[in-house]
């Protein structure tokens, strides 16, 4: 069954670094999402991507992070220069629309340290 | 916020039948009821969805109340595998629209 991967499992960086999330979705699926979630928190929404442009984006995601797509099977999350508080595992998911459940990833665990 | 409401956690005994509930009594005609589940910090994993018809699949059942005011999935013969927090959300997919997900019930499968 085909699923979408995420890489790394787990990044390390420091405090200010930049870093680039990366995730493969599903071949067919035209609408792509970022979640995170802290450590014992809800898992909460960054943005949703399509047709090649940002759809909708919470709060959370500012001018510090930016989504791309930069060709027919990668999506990324970056992150441009990295706070303490952004430590927390970052899901992918993608799904085919019209209503169709969304499939997550299984994560990269972010540390900033 | 989420627009689902659940209880923070249950038990259930292994081999016995899981039933978690869900209260979503502002839902609209055109938003679906979906059940994802999380175990340890994986990625949520999709269970099954639907509008007002129960549905069943090789996981589980989701029976809808006729007012689609609340929801009841049903794991048939639950496992220690099947511990983990259930997501009941309620949305429609369309474009740019996403989940919104709450805390969840925290489902304990005792031996």
């Known amino acids: 069954e085909p699923e979408v991967t995420q890489t790394p499992s787990h990044q390390v960086t420091q405090m200010g670094q930049e870093v680039i999330l990366r995730c493969v979705p599903i071949?067919?699926?035209?609408?792509f999402y970022w979640y995170r979630q802290i450590l014992g928190q809800k898992v909460e929404f960054l943005v949703s991507?399509?047709?090649?442009?940002?759809?909708?984006k919470s709060e959370i995601f500012d001018d510090q992070f930016s989504v791309e797509r930069p060709d027919g099977s990668n999506f990324t999350l970056k992150i441009r220069s990295t706070k303490l508080e952004d430590s927390a595992m970052y899901f992918c998911?993608?799904?085919?629309?019209?209503?169709?459940?969304?499939?997550f990833g299984n994560g990269t665990r972010l540390t900033v340290t | 916020d989420a627009k689902t409401t659940q209880p923070p956690s249950m038990d259930c005994a292994e081999g016995r039948a899981a039933n978690l509930p869900c209260n979503h009594s502002t839902i609209s005609g055109n938003e679906y009821v979906y059940w994802y589940r999380q175990i340890h910090s994986q990625g949520p994993q999709y269970i099954i969805h639907?509008?007002?018809n129960n549905e069943t699949n090789e996981m589980a059942s989701l029976i809808i109340t006729e007012d689609r005011k609340s929801s009841t999935l049903i794991l048939p013969h639950a496992t220690l595998r099947d511990t983990a927090v259930y997501y009941c959300i309620v949305a429609k997919l369309s474009y740019g629209q996403n989940f919104v997900f709450g805390p969840g019930t925290r489902l304990s499968v005792l031996p």
């Open positions: 071949s067919n699926h035209l609408y």
């Open positions: 998911a993608s799904g085919y629309g019209n209503n169709s459940p969304l499939h």
């Open positions: 991507f399509y047709n090649n442009e940002i759809s909708e």
């Open positions: 639907g509008l007002k």
